[in-house]
């Protein structure tokens, strides 16, 4: 298991100064927490602040955690109710070649 302080070091890892999303993108873990990219301004931001955003992922830091790993497939996840998208399904696509690893 991943607490959100790591996941949220890794993601920004990942985002890097400029991801090219051009979006705000809200990983909503419930009670857990909450990751916000602001990929609308260069350099990229990552925090846990709970602001309005482009797109927001509901879904568990486990289940994100096993899809960064290639455990559990994201359409999968999506088709099960695992992960639930509100806002542009493009930006949540865009998102993903980031997650792995």
Same mark, same amino acid.
């Given at each position: 298991?991943?607490?959100? @302080?790591?996941? /949220?070091?890794? &993601? /920004?890892?990942?985002?890097? @100064? ?6 705000v &993108?809200?990983?909503d873990f ?7 990219? $602001?990929?609308? /301004?260069?350099p ?5 602040? $709970?602001?309005?955003? $482009?797109t /927001? &992922?509901? &879904?568990?830091?486990? =289940?994100?955690?096993? #899809? ?6 994201p359409?999968?996840?999506? #088709?099960?109710?695992? #992960?639930?998208?509100?806002? =542009? #399904? ?12």
């Open positions: 298991m991943s607490d959100l @302080e790591t996941l /949220t070091q890794k &993601i /920004t890892a990942a985002v890097g @100064e400029n991801s090219g999303l051009g979006k &993108i809200k990983f419930g009670d857990a927490g909450k990751i916000l990219i $602001d990929a609308a /301004t260069v990229n931001v990552v925090s846990n602040e $709970d602001k309005p955003a $482009d /927001t &992922i509901q &879904i568990s830091i486990d =289940d994100l955690v096993a #899809m960064g790993k290639g455990t559990l497939d359409m999968m996840a999506f #088709m099960m109710g695992k #992960m639930k998208i509100q806002g =542009d #399904m493009g930006v949540a696509q865009k998102l993903a070649p980031l997650l792995k690893g």
